[in-house]
C-alpha cells in the first residue's frame, strides 16, 4: 500500500470520530480505541496464510459494518 495513502486513510478515520461518535451511545470510548487499533494493525500487517481466521474476521467485520450504518441511518 502508498504509505501517503495509508496516512490519509487513517487520519480521515480519526479525525470524523466527533461527527458520528456519542458518548452515551452504543459504542464507549475503549472499544471504539480497540477497534480502531486493530484495524490499524491487523490492516497493515500481512497475513501468512489465509484461511478459516480470515473468514471469521470478515464476517465478524460485516455484521460491525452493518451495525455502523445502522447506528447512521438512525
Not at 504509505?3 to 475503549?30: D, I, Q, S, T
Not at 490499524?40 to 452493518?66: F, W, Y
Amino acid at each position: 500500500m502508498p504509505p501517503r495513502l495509508v496516512v490519509f486513510g487513517l487520519l480521515g478515520m480519526l479525525n470524523w470520530v466527533y461527527k458520528w461518535y456519542n458518548p452515551a451511545g452504543r459504542w464507549g470510548a475503549e472499544e471504539v480505541s480497540a477497534a480502531f487499533l486493530a484495524l490499524i494493525e491487523d490492516g497493515l500487517l500481512r497475513s501468512a496464510r489465509r484461511g478459516p481466521r480470515l473468514e471469521s474476521r470478515l464476517k465478524r467485520l460485516r455484521r460491525e459494518l452493518g451495525a455502523v450504518v445502522k447506528a447512521l441511518e438512525d
